[in-house]
T-cell receptor
Framework: NAGVTQTPKFRVLKTGQSMTLLCAQDMNHEYMYWYRQDPGMGLRLIHYSVGEGTTAKGEVPDGYNVSRLKKQNFLLGLESAAPSQTSVYFC?????????????FGSGTRLTVV | AQKVTQAQTEISVVEKEDVTLDCVYETRDTTYYLFWYKQPPSGELVFLIRRNSFDEQNEISGRYSWNFQKSTSSFNFTITASQVVDSAVYFCALYSGGYQKVTFGIGTKLQVIP
């Protein structure tokens, strides 16, 4: 009964370092999403995937890459971290878009880039 | 394009007062879904309600109620007899099939003072 699991929960990076955030879901959802949450900005979509092997850009994709090699996993990569990427990152998954059933969110990853 | 506006960034009320959180949305689709999510201080995002565009019935769940009015493109959320545990950030969100993604408002931070 895990739902959506994000790892790690916290991370501090130095500018220029790289890292990968992992999102795993066990609900057989087709769609997966990465959002970032910043004060006064709400949640903004970074990238999303509508199925295994597919990815697409969201509202704020620059500086991030994603991969969906397996249906249950959606990875978010930062190749060269910048202080502007300090944020809380949320992964979500859902049934195929036509249902509009809403998301199941992970618990978030708090990333600080110094 | 689709857009969600939550004009109230922060609201403070005294415990037991009623409070309404406003949400105005924009979409060109005739089929869409509206959501409210709660984010308590612990940080997780909790799904509260989903409403589709064909169902304008108001909904009540305990102390929570939602008023959906297509004529004014609004989906407002009222908490009756507020409690300290209601203190959280509340997000209104919109999903439409043509866009295939959920767009979030910037959130309203509600503080309930004992």
């Amino acid at each position: 009964n895990a739902g959506v699991t994000q790892t790690p929960k916290f991370r501090v990076l130095k500018t220029g370092q790289s890292m990968t955030l992992l999102c795993a879901q066990d609900m057989n959802h087709e769609y997966m999403y990465w959002y970032r949450q910043d004060p006064g900005m709400g949640l903004r979509l970074i990238h999303y995937s509508v199925g295994e092997g597919t990815t697409a850009k969201g509202e704020v994709p620059d500086g991030y890459n994603v991969s969906r090699l397996k249906k249950q996993n959606f990875l978010l990569g930062l190749e060269s971290a910048a202080p502007s990427q300090t944020s809380v990152y949320f992964c979500a998954s859902s049934y195929p878009g036509g249902d509009g059933y809403g998301y199941t969110f992970g618990s978030g990853t708090r990333l600080t880039v110094v | 394009a689709q857009k969600v506006t939550q004009a109230q960034t922060e609201i403070s009320v005294v415990e037991k007062e009623d409070v309404t959180l406003d949400c105005v949305y924009e979409t060109r689709d005739t089929t869409y879904y509206l959501f409210w999510y709660k984010q308590p201080p612990s940080g997780e995002l909790v799904f509260l309600i989903r409403r589709n565009s064909f169902d304008e019935q108001n909904e009540i769940s305990g102390r929570y109620s939602w008023n959906f009015q297509k004529s004014t493109s609004s989906f407002n959320f009222t908490i009756t007899a507020s409690q300290v545990v209601d203190s959280a950030v509340y997000f209104c969100a919109l999903y439409s099939g043509g866009y295939q993604k959920v767009t979030f408002g910037i959130g309203t931070k509600l503080q309930v003072i004992p």
